[in-house]
């Protein structure tokens, strides 16, 4: 079993920064992709940025220049660093990987972590 804990969010004013993290965990092979999604109150949970194991990024037109993903995969840990914070991103963010484990590709997600942005 692979568990994924998410650490970093909190309350921030409009314009401020926040670095969330999430630790990977568990007997596992390697880890392909990692994503960060968030899910506002009352809208669908949205892809926000994705990280393959490579190092190539993809972000959401929304966040795209504001926000950056890593990852450190010694440690299995991937980052979302976020600037320039909008009232717009209060959400709740989950950390999702795709783990190879001995059965295949299996895909885990995180508890997840509020970012509240005030005006």
């Known amino acids: 079993q692979v568990q994924l804990v998410e650490s970093g969010g909190g309350l921030v004013q409009a314009g401020g920064s926040l670095r969330l993290s999430c630790a990977a965990s568990?007997?596992?092979?390697?880890?392909?992709?990692m994503r960060w999604y968030r899910q506002a109150p009352g809208k669908q949970r949205e892809l926000v940025a994705i990280?393959?194991?490579?190092?190539?990024?993809n972000y959401a037109d929304s966040v795209k220049g504001r926000f950056t993903i890593s990852r450190d995969n010694a440690k299995n840990l991937v980052y979302l660093q976020m600037n320039s914070l909008k009232p717009e991103d209060t959400a709740v963010y989950y950390c999702?990987?795709?783990?190879?484990?001995?059965?295949?590709?299996?895909?885990?997600w995180g508890q997840g972590t509020q970012v509240t942005v005030s005006s």
């Open positions: 999702s990987a795709n783990a190879l484990l001995q059965i295949g590709l299996r895909a885990y």
């Open positions: 568990g007997i596992m092979i390697s880890i392909d992709s």
């Open positions: 990280i393959t194991s490579g190092g190539s990024t």
